[in-house]
């Protein structure tokens, strides 16, 4: 079974800082999921990568499948990107997800 | 790309009621969907899988007579916690993916359900 990890468990950064929270997972994948979760909130997919890097606003999300590890980068953060943010794995369409514990950002203005 | 909703996406409940939620895929269809729970401060972890037309398969620890499945067509599966209690209270997400795409590399989910027992 996979295990993912994400580092930081937690951060808080001022605004307009870059951050980057990373996720590790120990066997290989098919594709893997960037998600956010606003307190009390529900889960907004923001990326999913098989390789590469994708890039939509201020998000950029970047995949290395060989050192299977993944990093989420927010630039010119805001405090609307304070949130939960989770990686979750998979090998195939046909078995569950595995979600890390979550990084909880808070950016201060 | 594929749409998985649920719905409701809020639910507050009195102990002792039953809370049905439920999972469907808009723009495909799915012989397998899975349920997933996360407790406060952990990672959302896998509940059960639903299989369409039979009897859901439930991981070790969850308890199939209160968390009821019922997976009755190819677009929706839903997720009865009977007699609910407080330490029910949790959020709930499903995910799911075309059975026949040979491309499909993972699942979509949907936005989840907050669940709160008095």
């Known amino acids: 079974k996979n295990e993912v990890e994400q580092s930081p468990q937690n951060l808080t950064a001022q605004e307009g800082e870059f951050i980057t929270i990373n996720c590790s997972y120990s066997v290989g994948i098919s594709a893997l999921h960037w998600l956010q979760q606003h307190p009390g909130g529900g889960i907004v997919s923001l990326f999913m990568l098989s390789s590469g890097k994708k890039k939509h606003g201020r998000l950029i999300a970047t995949i290395n499948i060989q050192e299977k590890h993944s990093s989420l980068h927010i630039t010119a953060s805001h405090p609307r990107d304070s949130a939960v943010y989770i990686c979750a794995v998979t090998d195939s369409g046909n078995t569950p997800l595995v979600f890390g514990k979550g990084t909880r950002l808070s950016v201060i203005a | 790309g594929a749409v998985v909703s649920q719905h409701p996406s809020r639910v507050i409940c009195k102990s002792g009621t039953s809370v049905k939620i439920e999972c469907r895929s808009l723009?495909?269809?799915?012989?397998?969907m899975f349920w997933y729970r996360q407790f406060p401060k952990q990672s959302l972890m896998l509940m059960a899988t639903?299989?369409?037309?039979?009897?859901?398969?439930?991981e070790q620890g969850v308890e199939k007579d209160k968390f009821l499945i019922n997976h009755a067509s190819l677009t929706l599966s839903t997720l009865t916690v009977t007699s609910a209690h407080p330490e029910d209270s949790s959020f709930y997400i499903c995910?799911?993916?075309?059975?026949?795409?040979?491309?499909?590399?993972?699942?979509?989910f949907g936005p989840g359900t907050r669940l709160l027992v008095l």
């Open positions: 723009d495909f269809q799915a012989t397998t």
């Open positions: 995910s799911a993916s075309p059975p026949r795409d040979p491309l499909a590399k993972t699942q979509y």
């Open positions: 639903s299989n369409e037309g039979s009897k859901a398969t439930y």
